[in-house]
């Protein structure tokens, strides 16, 4: 067993919850004087386990409970879990960012983590100062840096402006900069958060490129967290599936994330949803909210043919006047992968303090075989002319799309998932 | 990948293992040797970001002390006519401040590290000692130029004659003063800046703490002018001597004692203990309560 990279024994994470500051003198007091005699921290044993969906009764929580788990050199683990789920306290311990409560994480190998990028980042110094800064911080030497530096600058392709002070960078500069240069750092492991969300997709590309050339040209170690199914699909080997501050399951990539979507998005045939903050991840203005969503014609089980028209009806309520807003919808598989958008005209109006229903009906919907669910939104601007939301909710109103009858005539009865999601229905083919 | 964990598999090479605690006096100095480039790029980033962007740019490295001491002339001596022990009032205050600006600076830089750079610290490892280092470095840099501004108008006193400057072979202690001095702002600060993430109330403290204190360091007056119960007070402060001994070596009148001089050498080694010991235990887990 000499190829393992890390081993995590019995990791647990305590954090106490709400003010931290006054009024913790005498439990501070209570906890040294424990420590001193060689007792158990006093507190340690009120904690109860990770759900932030439910109200605790005590101050502390267990972030991690008994995480238990090893990688293998030259793996990448993808690590996934829902919001809460541990998945940054693990991180940040992995890191060195902070200390475990109890468990012990052995590491062969250097470790380096991206938890952001461009992280010590002057806005004063010049993009030349900062590459060695940067990477200073992320633990290169001066010399390494040095002969990297060429590369770096090319990798990032603000070659014109290194001179200049990245206070006068565009932010997409910015990032190409920092993370071009966490891109050339070589520890024998490497924990990535999700820094990838950010840059322009082509840069994206050229990001996850780079991860997947360094872990199977180099055999190097990756950790990788994620809350893209698809991403954790396509570069990961292993995965790791986080739940409540504990391991829920642990097998391949493929596993971990088919096991998330099986136990975790779990597909419902509600006709109805009174939306709540569950549904929400991004904390937005809302001055124009979603109410509630429902189909107007239920179906059974939420099964809806190729042939059938989708509507739903959506009840919004305003805290503003506008004339001008719209509504925009995107239908994802449940890799939350989206399948495509629509955006609505921005001619909708509301008035203050009104509840107003709106009705979308999906016409020709072109949708394959499989199951899906609603993301809305609500806002100004478009695809085209830039985005502001005022709500966002996610995972609302689930349905499947089936053939109907074999005998409807249907040329196609099973559809294979490597064709993709759109079964074209608008296509003309005739001989010339 | 397996989620079980085998107790038996032999003991390995480990490169690392990352536990709740550390022993107590482990400060992990290797781990700082090999980020020995950080803590100069930081000493570096302090210099460039301050003086960026101004006009002036390091000749405000003169112009503060500059100004600071002739306020002091005019306010200390003129007005108030405080003691010089007969030495031009130029250079009597000018060895203090320069002396007590390095102590000062050091110390209020050291004590937020933790505050300041939460975001950072909390986003990327490397050794913490890094931070309060590079400031020791960047403000002893400072220090060097400004005791150059200092041994200008000393030579132009010394020069010029007749004004009661007897410089002696104590300023071969020169450089032993500058450390003390420096490791003991580093103690101190480490002292506070982690005890500042959890008890906000101590910057509080420092800052005008820090201010009161040079009231209790012969920096605008001389020891000798001191006399009765407030001596033994003014005596322990552990900065007394140093700002002393460095004015007696250049200047030649002021009190010079070795038994004052090794309480502050003792009382160094003890906070720069205590420090290193608190912020080792802080720095784990820091980031948690900030």
Known sequence: ?432 | MQTYVDTNAQDENWTEVIQPRTRLLDLGLADVWRYRDLVMLFVRRDFVSTYKQTVLGPIWFFIQPLLTTITYVIIFGNVAKLSTDGLPMMVFYLSGITIWNYFALTLTNTSTVFRDNAAMFGKVYFPRLTMPLSIVISNLVRFAIQFGLFIVVWLYYLLKGNSGIHPNWLIALTPVLVLVMGLMSLGLGMIFSAMTTKYRDLAMLLAFGVQLLMYATPVIYPLSSITGKYRYLILANPMTSIVETFRYAFLGSGVFDWSYLAYSLAFTVVILLVGTIIFNRVQKSFTDTV
Not at chain 1, 301 to 319: A, P, Q
Not at chain 1, 400 to 410: C, G, N, P, R
Request: hydrophobic share 40%; with cysteine.
């Open chain 1, 1 to 432: 067993m000499s190829d393992i990279a890390i081993k995590v024994e019995g990791l647990s994470k305590l954090y106490r919850l709400g003010e931290v500051g006054t009024g913790t003198m005498s439990q501070d007091l209570n906890r040294w004087w424990a420590g001193v005699r060689g007792k158990e921290d006093p507190f340690a044993k009120i904690g109860e386990t990770n759900d932030r969906t439910s109200k605790g009764s005590s101050d502390f929580v267990w972030s991690l409970k008994d995480v238990n788990f090893e990688v293998k050199q030259g793996e990448v683990l993808g690590i996934i879990g829902r919001n809460g789920a541990g998945k940054s306290t693990l991180l940040k311990i992995l890191s060195k960012i902070t200390a475990p409560t109890t468990g012990s994480i052995k590491v062969k190998g250097r470790i380096a983590s991206l938890l952001e990028v461009g992280t010590g980042f002057h806005p004063e110094l010049t993009g030349r100062e900062n590459i060695f800064l940067n990477g200073a911080i992320l633990g290169m030497s001066k010399t390494e840096i040095r002969s990297k530096f060429d590369e770096i600058v090319d990798f990032s392709g603000v070659e014109r402006y290194i001179d200049t002070p990245v206070k006068r960078y565009s932010s997409g500069m910015y990032v190409r900069l920092a993370f071009a240069v966490s891109a050339f750092l070589e520890p024998e492991i490497l924990i990535v958060d999700e820094v990838l969300a950010v840059g322009d997709a082509e840069f994206q590309k050229k990001c996850l490129g780079r991860m997947k050339d360094v872990s199977r040209n180099d055999g190097r170690t990756i950790l990788f967290v994620s809350h893209s199914m698809a991403a954790v699909k396509n570069i990961c080997t292993t995965g790791l599936l986080m739940k409540n501050g504990q391991v829920s399951f642990g097998g391949t990539a493929d596993e971990a994330v088919d096991y998330y979507i099986a136990n975790f998005l779990n597909f419902n045939s509600d006709v109805k949803i009174q939306l709540t903050d569950e549904n929400r991840s991004y904390d937005l203005s809302r001055l124009i909210e979603y109410q509630t969503i429902e189909f107007a014609n239920p179906v059974e089980n939420n099964l809806y043919s190729t042939e059938d028209d989708i509507t739903l009806v959506v009840r919004l309520k305003s805290k503003v006047s506008r004339e001008d807003f719209r509504l925009a919808f995107s239908i994802c598989k449940m890799d939350e992968s989206a399948v495509g958008a629509f955006f609505s005209e921005e001619t909708l109006s509301i008035m203050k303090g009104q509840e107003k229903e709106f009705s979308i009906t999906i016409k020709n919907h072109q949708l394959a075989k499989g199951q899906y669910y609603f993301d809305l939104s609500v806002g100004v601007g478009n695809e085209l002319t830039g985005i502001t939301d005022y709500d966002i909710v996610t995972k609302t109103l689930f349905f499947e799309i089936a053939y109907k009858d074999i005998l409807k005539t249907q040329m196609i009865t099973l559809w294979h998932s490597e064709w993709g999601s759109v079964n074209f229905k608008n296509v003309e083919l005739k001989a010339v």
